[in-house]
């Protein structure tokens, strides 16, 4: 089985974080946290700030390492890099993405996540 290595950030407003809305493919209408692949040579945080520039055009602050995901989905397994992030400038543009919201705790509860976000939603039931 394959193995895709991607990051994710967890853009934090106080206690809200920022999750998107998939707009194409097997998940569309489902939740997730922003990011993406990590390209050959590219260190994690590069991917990041490039993955969020092209997703959402606005800059980020990486403010920590949050987790890793490690997910089997039926044709590959995924590694998910997860930082605790802020924004740093910009106004948000879904570019892939059909819908955004800043979600407390019990909002974050109520999104349809797709399958590997949820031990993201787990973890930050204990920190926000």
Known sequence: MKTIEVVAAIIKDNDK???ICRGYGEFINMWEFPGG???????????????????LEVAINIEEFLMTVEYDY???????HCFICTLKDGIIKLNDHNDA???NKDKLKELNWIP????????????L
């Open 17 to 19: 974080v920022l999750a």
């Open 37 to 55: 692949k990590i390209e050959p040579n590219e260190s994690k945080e590069d991917a990041l700030h490039r993955e969020i520039s092209e997703e």
């Open 74 to 80: 039926p044709n590959f397994h995924l590694t998910m």
């Open 101 to 103: 919201c800043w979600a």
């Open 116 to 127: 590997a976000d949820l031990d993201i939603v787990d973890k930050l039931m204990n920190i």
